[in-house]
């Protein structure tokens, strides 16, 4: 299935879809040197997990699950960057980098599970042949590699201006589907403003009443919108529902707010942590970590194929010569690392990972 979508004459016009659609986001679009080998997309073994094994009596593996991906804009990015690379397929591509013990992370960090993020107006249409691919076990095992597919819709803040009934309604229909976690992403941002605010804030409060009326967990983007964003959440979301404020950039204050009045609401953390100029996020972290026995409330995600962590360079071959061209979702040992130095003495690598592996079970039922 996963086949026929991605097929070499289909991907002749998904690349360029996407590229659209990351300018009409806000993400970094600036021409980017020639790409290294894509095998050096292949990652090596974390350095927290150098000698386990799940049957050398070492403490259990902890898997990778990855609470916001963009399947198929990093597919295309790698399509993109490397247009006679070998995997022709997201069945190849997941294969390769995920799964095979022989060249996946030693097979040390599997990945199990995916939230796959669909944020467009109108929606792409290939939502549904990924999530149908995922239907049953059998299905995943075939097209995904055993990796557990889910997904979340709904419209970014950025393409509030596009939202329509008829968004709004394959939107609702989505989330009717065996494989659908959530809605979202959906928010506010008031950084580029590529749609009004006073749209941006409607259209985000309609996905709201609609999410909350159904139960679903939601998946909140916010950036520069404090004031606003806290509002909105509080007079519109019931104070148990589940909340997932992705890629958390924002003032500690706000995040310690937010925290403080939804018990059920997560952070996000992408490698954006691992930026020199992002102070925010690390500020959440000591925030959090400050008494080691309570619960480290984050979730790690990439947003990929944004947001690699840099601290991930020096574990690369010596032949990697300037920056991959794209993160993926191999990558999160690396910015739970990150994590660990910033959260402290009583953190590294493996908690901070197990921690998010329990509250991503929590949040969205992965």
Same mark, same amino acid.
């Given at each position: ?42 990652? &090596? ?5 150098? +000698?386990?094994?799940?049957? *050398? ?7 990778? $699950? ?15 960057? =490397? ?7 997201? *069945? #190849?591509?997941?294969? !390769?980098?995920?799964?095979? &013990? ?40 075939? #097209?995904? *590699? /055993? ?15 596009? =939202? ?47 999410? $909350? ?87 790690? #995600?990439?947003? !990929? ?19 991959? &061209? ?6 999160? &040992? ?6 660990? +130095? ?22 969205? /039922?992965?």
């Amino acid at each position: 299935m996963l086949a026929r979508l991605v097929s070499k004459t289909s991907l002749l016009l998904i690349p360029t879809r996407f590229i659209s659609s990351s300018t009409r986001m806000g993400k970094n679009n600036k021409k980017k040197p020639q790409a290294p080998n894509e095998q050096n997309l292949i990652l &090596p073994v974390h350095s927290s997990a150098v +000698g386990l094994s799940e049957t *050398s009596g070492s403490p259990p593996v902890i898997p990778i $699950v990855d609470t916001h991906t963009h399947v198929l804009s990093t597919f295309s990015a790698y399509r993109t960057k =490397y247009p006679d690379g070998q995997y022709n397929t997201i *069945s #190849e591509f997941f294969r !390769a980098l995920y799964h095979d &013990p022989a060249v996946s992370n030693g097979g040390v960090h599997p990945v199990e599970a995916i939230v796959d993020v669909w944020c467009e107006a109108p929606e792409l249409r290939e939502w549904r042949t990924l999530a149908d691919s995922a239907l049953t076990e059998e299905m995943r095992e075939k #097209e995904w *590699s /055993g990796i557990q597919y889910h997904f979340v819709m709904g419209v970014h803040p950025h393409n509030a201006k596009d =939202y329509t009934d008829e968004v709004e309604n394959e939107i609702l229909e989505a989330m009717a589907h065996p494989r659908c976690v959530g809605w979202g992403e959906m928010g506010l941002d008031y950084h580029y403003t590529l749609s009004p605010k006073e749209t941006q804030q409607e259209v985000l409060v309609r996905q709201l009443r609609h999410a $909350v009326r159904l139960g679903k967990p939601l998946t909140i983007h916010t950036r520069e919108a404090d004031a606003d964003i806290e509002r909105i959440l509080k007079a519109e979301v019931p104070k148990d529902h589940k909340i997932h404020v992705h890629c958390f950039t924002d003032s500690p204050e706000l995040a310690t707010s937010l925290l403080d009045h939804f018990p059920n609401l997560y952070i996000g953390i992408t490698g954006v942590i691992t930026y020199a100029t992002n102070f925010n996020t690390s500020a959440v972290i000591r925030h959090l970590s400050a008494d080691p026995s309570k619960p480290l409330r984050i979730l790690l #995600e990439t947003d !990929a194929p944004y947001m690699t962590p840099s601290n991930l360079y020096p574990s690369l071959s010596s032949e990697v010569k300037g920056r991959l &061209p794209f993160c993926h979702t191999a990558m999160i &040992p690396w910015t739970a690392e990150f994590v660990a +130095g910033v959260a402290g003495d009583a953190w590294d690598t493996e908690r901070v990972m197990r921690e998010s592996r329990k509250n991503a079970r929590d949040m969205y /039922g992965v």
